[in-house]
């Protein structure tokens, strides 16, 4: 395990310096101080607006878990997950759109509508996957609430 976790540190290591080259000899200085001010911006959200927010979100849901079963809770964790992801994809793509591009065929889609949509469904699969397990929770409870078959005799002895 320690072998393992010094060979991705020294991989992810490796990998850091080869961006800094590449964009130290590839970029004018201009570039290089967007992409700072990107990164600066995206610690900021991260750190000041996603973390706590998340932090919240999971003091509610853990109060909620004593209600909810756990199962449901992962569910939606998946589902607002997969939405995450899906958003941090498309949201460049709004914004670049936003800009406007010489080639119109380059973004030729109304992305924000798509990223709104493609939330919809996430949400309905996912309301849809916990009423599928809470459906499965109650005809095993119920099934176990009926009394058990007599045995049946057996024979020879």
Excluded at 33 to 61: F, R
Excluded at 77 to 101: C, D, H, M, N, R
Excluded at 132 to 156: D, E
């Amino acid at each position: 395990m320690r072998a393992t976790r010094g060979i991705l540190i020294a991989v992810g290591v490796l990998g850091l310096v080869l961006g800094a080259v590449v964009l130290l000899l590839k970029q004018d200085p201009m570039q290089i101080v967007g992409v700072g001010l990107w990164v600066l911006a995206a610690i900021v959200l991260h750190d000041g607006i996603l973390s706590p927010l998340v932090v919240l979100v999971a003091l509610l849901v853990r109060r909620a878990g004593r209600r909810i079963p756990f199962a449901v809770l992962v569910i939606v964790q998946v589902g607002v997950g997969l939405g995450a992801i899906l958003s941090l994809l498309v949201v460049p793509e709004i914004y670049a759109k936003t800009l406007g591009v010489a080639n119109p065929t380059v973004l030729p889609f109304d992305y924000g509508l798509r990223l709104a949509l493609s939330w919809l469904v996430i949400a309905a699969l996912t309301a849809l996957a916990c009423v599928a397990y809470l459906a499965r929770i109650r005809r095993s409870r119920a099934g176990a609430a009926l009394p058990a078959r007599p045995a049946s005799p057996t024979s020879g002895s």
